[in-house]
Every structure is written in C-alpha cells, then in structure tokens.
C-alpha cells in the first residue's frame, strides 16, 4: 500500500475513534450529569497523557470488566500516571475506578465534591471493604505521601509496615494487581530528601516539599499479574508478596537511577523495551 494509502486509512480510524467517543459522550450525559462529566474530564486526560507523555499502558486486560480487584500503585511526586491509568479505565473499561486519598485533599475548600463525584474516599478499612464488596475496582498506594516525598530517581518502595491495604483485600476476598509507571520520577521529582523537609514531615507531618518538572518524560504504565485471594495468607504474608509483585515491575522496566534526558529520548521509540 502508498504512503498515501496507509494516511487515508489512518485519518479513517482517527475519525471513527473521534465519532465514537462523542456518541460515548453524548450517550454518558443523556444517562446521567456525573457520568458524563466523568467521561469528558477522561477524554481530556487521555488526550494530554498522548500528546505530553506519549502515555502507553500495558496489561490493561489484567482489569476485569466486572467484579472487584485492589490495583496498588508505586506512588510518584506527582502521579499524574494514576489520572492517566484512571482516564483509561473509564474509557476502556466503561466503569470508574474508585481511589484511595489522603485525608488532606478533603480538606481543600471545593474539592470534597469532585473528590466525591470521581469515587475518591479517605482510606478507612471498612469503607475501601465495602467498596469491592459492592463489585468496584480500588486503587491504592501503601506508599502514599511519605513515597510521593522522599522516594527518588532509585525508585524504592517505602512502605514501611503497612498492611491495611492487604487486610482489606484478605476481607473482601479479591485480587491485588500490582502497577507501576516506568519514568514517573523523571516527569516530575520532589526535593524532599533534603534534611529540612523530612525534619519537618516527620516532626510536624506537613507534607511540604518544593516539586519541580513537569517534563514530558515517556510513561508507560505496567499492570504485572493479579494475586489471587488466598485464604492461607495473612496480612504480613500478602503485602509482602505484593510489594514483590510491584518490585518486580520496577526492576523489569526501570533503569536505575532514573535520568530525565533518557526518559525524554525515549518519547521517540516505538516500542517499550525492558530492561
């Protein structure tokens, strides 16, 4: 086929995505205000994690299409990668995917009602239970500020002791699915390794640290395999095993230490590779 053919038959899919994400659209606000709005603020997402990050997620069919599953996430600066992975889900999947905050987010005056309108709840035990009891999908990550502020371009995990997230998912019977976002410390990175940000979080838990990037670094985002209930586990055992998992994708698909230039050149590869 002409390099004139291959473009015409380009442009034609282009269109046909387009017109389907408009009736998509049009029929999610028919149905109901909330959804469309969701749906419209995903497509918008979508788009800047394509044109910004040339944003790729691999293992989306690890999702199921129903029924329960905790995702557990490595924690970025900024994880601009779970809104993407987020903007995903909706549109992939037809269904949202409910999150994991902390309780600080709640406290920003106008915010509790987009937080409430996108799934997002605080993290008690028995509210994320009762989420996958009801079928819903979970995100979270055991890392949370404390990985935001002080992980860096070696990637560890720090997750100290916590086992809330496995007791959940032990309780309501469901899958973990490890994911982890290959650059996200290159887009953008956080200054709290410095003595005086980490004095003053773990003195007065401020979580003040200057963050600087916003670089459009590549990001591909990798869903590794669930793990299943097993009822023979305990707490310890299974975040254990889960931390393994999401350690596993760092260690396939991150060089260590990160390096924001490499992760901008790799915005011209076509394919991921590992490494």
Not at 120 to 128: A, D, L, M, R, S
Not at 131 to 159: C, K, M, Q
Request: hydrophobic share 40%.
């Amino acid at each position: 086929m002409s390099s004139s053919g291959n473009q015409s038959c380009l442009k034609g899919a282009e269109d046909i995505v387009s017109f389907l994400r408009k009736n998509q659209l049009r029929e999610a606000y028919c149905n109901n205000l909330w959804d469309g709005a969701r749906k419209t603020l995903a497509t918008l997402w979508d788009g800047h994690g394509a044109i910004w990050h040339g944003y790729e997620i691999h293992g989306m069919e690890k999702i199921p299409d129903k029924g329960a599953a905790l995702i557990v996430y490595y924690h970025g600066a900024i994880p601009i990668d779970y809104y993407y992975f987020l903007a995903n889900v909706i549109i992939q999947k037809g269904r949202p995917c409910h999150s994991v905050a902390d309780h600080l987010l709640f406290k920003i005056p106008g915010f509790k009602l987009l937080l409430e309108v996108f799934s997002v709840i605080h993290g008690p035990q028995e509210e994320c239970v009762r989420a996958l009891r009801n079928g819903h999908l979970l995100g979270i990550s055991p890392g949370g500020v404390r990985e935001a502020l002080f992980s860096d371009e070696t990637y560890p995990l720090l997750w100290g002791k916590r086992r809330g997230f496995a007791q959940v998912a032990i309780d309501s019977q469901v899958p973990i699915i490890p994911m982890f976002t290959q650059n996200v410390r290159e887009g953008f990175r956080s200054l709290g390794t410095l003595r005086f940000f980490r004095w003053l979080y773990e003195r007065f838990r401020l979580p003040i640290a200057p963050v600087y990037g916003g670089f459009p670094v590549k990001f591909r985002t990798f869903l590794g395999d669930p793990i299943p209930f097993d009822p023979n586990l305990n707490a310890a055992e299974l975040a254990e095993k889960v931390q393994q998992g999401v350690q596993s994708l760092i260690d396939q698909h991150q060089q260590i230490p990160g390096n924001i230039l490499r992760a901008l050149l790799e915005r011209f590869h076509s394919k991921h590779k590992d490494h």
